[in-house]
C-alpha cells in the first residue's frame, strides 16, 4: 500500500525528514515501511529541484494500519507545534490534520489506511 503525506509550508521539509527517520526508528514500524522523500512539483531542466513537500511511504502486507496511525500521532506529540499534515492514499482519498492530535483523529486516519486494505482487487 502506497501512503503520502503532504505539509504545506515554508519548513515541510524539515517536518517531513523528521516524520520519516521518527518512522525508520520505531522498532514496530521501520521493517513494514519503506520511506522516500520527493517534490510534488515538477523538476525544470537545468535548474536545481524544489524544496521536499512530500513524504511517501510503502507498508508491507500484514502491517498493521493502527501502529502507522499510533506512530504519526506520537511524533505529531513530539513537535513544539504540531504540523499540518495530509495523509493520503494512493485513490486520493485523504484527511487532513490540524491542531493537536485527538484520538478521533487518530481513529479518522486509521480508518482511511483500512479502507485501503479491505478494497477488493481487480
Known amino acids: 500500500m502506497l501512503i503520502t503525506v503532504h505539509s504545506p509550508g515554508s519548513i515541510a ?3 517531513l525528514r523528521s516524520l520519516a527517520a521518527w518512522l525508520e526508528a520505531d ?5 513494514h515501511v519503506r520511506t522516500e522523500l520527493t517534490s510534488g ?17 510503502v507498508l508491507s502486507s500484514g502491517f498493521s494500519t493502527a ?13 513544539a507545534q ?14 487532513e490534520i490540524r491542531g493537536v492530535i485527538t484520538s ?3 481513529a479518522v486516519v486509521r480508518r482511511l489506511l483500512e479502507d485501503e486494505q479491505t478494497e477488493p482487487s481487480s
Open 41 to 57: 512539483l515538477p523538476r525544470v531542466p537545468g535548474q536545481q529541484g524544489d524544496g521536499i513537500d512530500i513524504l511517501s511511504i
Open 27 to 31: 522498532r514496530s514500524v521501520r521493517r
Open 82 to 95: 504540531a504540523p499540518t499534515i495530509t495523509v493520503q492514499r494512493a485513490n486520493g482519498a485523504r484527511v
Open 13 to 15: 521539509e524539515v517536518e
Open 104 to 106: 478521533e483523529t487518530e
Open 67 to 79: 501502529a502507522l496511525s499510533a506512530s504519526i500521532a506520537s511524533w505529531r506529540a513530539t513537535r
